[in-house]
Every structure is written in C-alpha cells, then in structure tokens.
C-alpha cells in the first residue's frame, strides 16, 4: 500500500530532491547506533530555526529515517510553538511515527491537530492518516476485532466529513475490507459452536453473518452452514429453504453444491426460489 504523504510535505520532497538512504539496511540494531545516529543528525548542517529544523526533519523523512524525522518535528513544537511551522510539524511528526508503526504515538498527535487545527488545509488527510493508524493494526480473524471495528469507524468519519476527496474513496474501499474481515471473525466462532454442537448459538453467529454483513464473501458458506445444522437438529423444511436462498443468490458457488448434496442425501432436493434479493428472501424464510 502507499502510505501518502500530506501536500506540504510532498511539496518539500520535491524541492529537495535528496538521494536515497539505504541506512536501514546497514543498522546492526543496536541501540546506541540509532543514538549517535540521531545526534549525528542534529548536529548536521541544519540550524535550530524553525526553517532549519524543518528542513532537517524533511531530510530525515525522505532518507526513511524516521525516528530523527520525528525528533525535528517535536524540537519545533517545543522550542518555536508559536511560529507558523509549528503547525505542520505536528502533522509530519505524526506521519513520521506512522511510518514507524508507532500508532498510538501517532493517534495521538493526530487526535491534538485534528482538536487544534480542524480548519487547517491537509485536516482531510489528518483524518484519514488517523483512520490508517487503526486500519493497519486490524489482527488476523482468530483474535479480538476491536481494532477492526475502530479502524471502520475512522474510515467512515473520513467519508462522511470528506465524501468527494481521494481519500473517501479509498477508505470506503477499507471500510468494505474491513467488513469482511469482522464477517470471517463470526465464521470462525460460528464455526467452533458448530464444532461444540452448540447449535443455538452457531445459527446466531452464521445468522448474523448474512443479515449484516451480506455484500461479504462469506455469505454463501453462512448459509450452508446454516442447512448443516438444520439438518443436524432434524429441521429439514428450514435447511431446504435456507439451501434454496443460497442457490437462488449463489447458483455457481461450491458451497451450494455441498448444501445440495446434503439435501439429495438425507431430505431430498432444495426447492428453487426465485423471489429476488438476498435479504428479502432471508426475511421471508426467517
């Protein structure tokens, strides 16, 4: 993915015009390397001005040393808060932690600009770096979704407060990734309830799945799940309805293959149904 960068930054790097530092790949991990790094950079030819401190960090920025980068940008906080750069340097010290996967540093930051500055031009993308911060941290579907759901909620914030820019449009894209991703996490509890023959509640979270999240790839094996265990619990009427909204919705998909030959085996075939949509045919059923 490319992690953009706000507009007075993009212009800066442009003027520069700076060689590429390949310092990462020849860092032997060692903390009191990254320490003389760090003060070899501020003693370097920049000057303790706004400007210079700027310009310094901006240096940084493009060589992807961020950790110095982020240092530029809190010494013009701290030692000039009142000057006209001060402002952009707590979005680029911001930026500067993202890129260093330090997201709570940069929520952080990004949450004080988005409080001090909500007029401020790049205020848009300080929205949406803020909504990367908690889309990037999104864990693997075994584990708790919690990020999941306050990455989709930052991700909608940037579409409702900016619907027409990029960024609105590429969070919706997330939003809708981020949707699938809640879905397989009920998969997966719906799944070991099934497992457990914890029935009840195994039709509660493959339920779920297709009211709520029904534009995800999930949906078809939900359903299938669901006429398993309607078969399991001997309620063949409701697997063969169930089985008939999948394969109205889903008529190519191996899940309504498995769904049918369960049906052949122990009920007879599914009835066809033609009654449209997904969700009206599942409020019919249910």
Same mark, same amino acid.
């Given at each position: ?6 507009? %007075?930054? @993009? ?14 790949? +020849?860092? !032997? ?11 070899? =950079? ?40 009142? +000057? ?12 500067? *932690? ?10 952080? $930051?990004? !949450? ?13 993308? =300080? ?8 889309? *990037? ?11 999941? *759901?306050? /990455?989709?909620? =930052? ?12 960024? $609105?449009?590429?969070?919706?894209? #997330? ?6 991703? &809640?879905?397989? #996490? ?36 939900? &359903?299938?799940?669901?006429? *398993?265990?309607?078969?399991? %619990?001997?309620?063949?009427?409701? $697997? ?20 049918? /030959?369960? %049906?052949?085996?122990? $009920?007879?075939?599914? @009835? ?5 949509? &997904? +969700? ?7």
């Amino acid at each position: 993915m490319i992690r953009r960068v706000p507009t %007075l930054l @993009a212009l800066c790097l442009g003027l520069a015009a700076l060689p590429a530092c390949s310092w990462f790949e +020849s860092w !032997d991990g060692k903390q009191g390397t990254l320490d003389a790094e760090r003060r070899m =950079a501020r003693n370097a030819t920049f000057d303790n001005t706004p400007e210079g401190l700027y310009a310094a960090g901006v240096e940084a920025l493009q060589a992807r040393r961020f950790a110095p980068a982020a240092d530029y940008f809190d010494q013009i906080e701290r030692d000039h808060p009142y +000057s006209t750069w001060a402002t952009n340097a707590k979005l680029m010290s911001a930026y500067a *932690e993202y890129q260093r996967n330090r997201y709570t540093e940069a929520t952080g $930051a990004l !949450d004080r600009f988005i409080q001090l500055h909500p007029a401020h031009r790049d205020i848009a993308y =300080a929205y949406y770096l803020r909504a990367l911060c908690y889309y *990037e941290q999104i864990a693997d579907a075994q584990r708790d979704q919690r990020t999941t *759901e306050q /990455a989709m909620a =930052a991700l909608q914030d940037v579409v409702n407060r900016f619907p027409d820019s990029a960024y $609105a449009r590429d969070a919706r894209l #997330k939003i809708d990734l981020a949707r699938d991703h &809640l879905a397989g #996490k009920e998969m997966n509890i719906g799944r070991f309830y099934q497992r457990q023959r914890l029935f009840a509640a195994a039709i509660g979270r493959f339920r779920r799945v297709v009211e709520d999240y029904q534009t995800t790839n999930h949906v078809p094996e939900a &359903l299938h799940r669901l006429t *398993e265990i309607y078969l399991a %619990l001997g309620l063949t009427e409701e $697997a063969k309805k169930t089985a008939s909204v999948l394969g109205h919705n889903f008529p190519g998909s191996p899940w309504y293959q498995d769904s049918y /030959a369960l %049906l052949i085996a122990g $009920a007879g075939p599914a @009835a066809e149904d033609r009654r449209g949509l &997904l +969700s009206r045919a599942w409020n019919r059923v249910f």
